[in-house]
Every structure is written in C-alpha cells, then in structure tokens.
C-alpha cells in the first residue's frame, strides 16, 4: 500500500502563506487593492480557515494591512516611507548583488541570460505579470548567490520588496523598460567579468531610475500622522 504523506494544517497555511508573500513581491497585487479570504480560498482551492490565518501573518510582518472595518488591503506608501526603503534598496541589493561576483559560475550567467530574454519576451506580448515574476527572479537569483546562505540578508531584502513590490508595475512603460534591460544585461557582463563593483552600480541604478518614475507617477498616500506625544522635547 502506497504512503502519502499527509498534509497537515500547519503546513496549508504555510503554503498559502509563501503564495501570497510571494505574489505581493512580484507586484501581482496593487497598492490598495482589497485583499478577500474568499477570493483567496477560491484562488488556491482551500476553505477559509487556513487562508484567515496566512492572512493574519501577513498583516503582522506588514505585508498587508488591516483598516478599522476589518478589510485587508494591500498598503499604500507615503512618499517618504517609498524614498527610505529605495534608499535601503540600493544599499543592500547593491551590497549583495557586489557579492555575487565572486561567486558567480557559468551556468548562474546562463540562467540570468534566460530570465532576461524572458522578460523582454514577457514585455513584446504585454504579459506584464509573467514580466514582473521574471524580474523577481532575476534579481532573487543574483541576490542568493550575494548572500550565500546568509538568510538575513535574503529576509531583509524580502521585507523591502514585500512594500516596495505592489509599485513596481506603475514603472512598466517603453523607455523604463529598455533602461531596466540595459541595467539587467550590464550586472551580467559586469558578473561575467567577476566585477563587484560595476554589478553594485548596475543594480543601484536599476532601482534608482525605477524609483524615478514610479515617484512621478504614482499618487502616494498622505504622510503617517506620528502618535500624539511622539514629537522630541
């Protein structure tokens, strides 16, 4: 008799989980967009149980966020809160992506080559999430070779993609899109060339010159009101 490992709770929660973080990094939802569990359940083919408790997971890591009526909604960024995670951004993928080059093989160069052609193949049909899903996956593949099994790095730089991502397709025009090809396919000549440095550069202009765009186009939520009594003395 054939075993099969049974699947318990826990561990359907947990894949709800991932799919959902993972898809909110790919920017598959958009800021503010509702986020329902029976939409969710219906999606993943769960009852609501498990679907409710992923949710709760995520809105205490703040990858979503709960409005005084109880709905759940992607979160909206403030224009300060967008400027301080792209500051961040450039500073640690730039950091860890410098790693990469020493550690980068031939066949890491090949897979960065395909999630690129990927990509441009993605835009030329205007299937933007397949684009925005390879993209992650282009710089995820960078950023694990940088960190090297150091899941710190790899968890912080999730954090600041977990905000950061619901905003990545408001840059997806013609000309941001030749710009982040040209910056994909410099870090991997600059890789290829086991150049730390110019990989470092290629990355932090990559998220600098989307961030550009994004701020010029994107309608930011108001400032944070900061709790009464918070101010310094």
Known sequence: MAVIEKISHNSLREKIYRSVRQAIMNGQFVPGESVTIMQLAEMVGTSAMPVREALRQLVAEDALEMLPN??????????????????????????????????????????????????????????????????????????????????????????????????????????????????????????????????????ERDIAEAAVYIRSTYQFAEARAEPAGSATQ
Request: proline share 1%.
């Open 70 to 203: 109880r709905s759940v909604v992607v979160p909206r960024l403030s224009l300060e809160e967008f400027d301080d995670i792209t500051s961040l951004r450039c500073h640690v993928e730039g950091l860890i992506a410098a790693r990469a080059a020493e550690r980068i093989e031939d066949n890491d160069i090949k897979i960065l080559e395909d999630l690129n052609a990927q990509m441009a193949d993605a835009y030329g049909r205007r299937d933007v999430d397949t684009y925005l899903r390879r993209n992650w996956n282009f710089h995820f593949a960078i950023y694990r070779l940088g960190a090297n099994r150091n899941t710190f790095y790899l968890s912080l730089i999730e954090r600041l993609w977990i905000r950061v991502g619901p905003l990545i397709r408001y840059c997806l025009n013609e000309a941001e899109f030749k710009s982040a090809s040209d910056l994909h396919e410099l870090a991997i000549l600059s890789l290829r060339r086991r150049d730390g440095a110019a990989v470092r550069l290629a990355v």
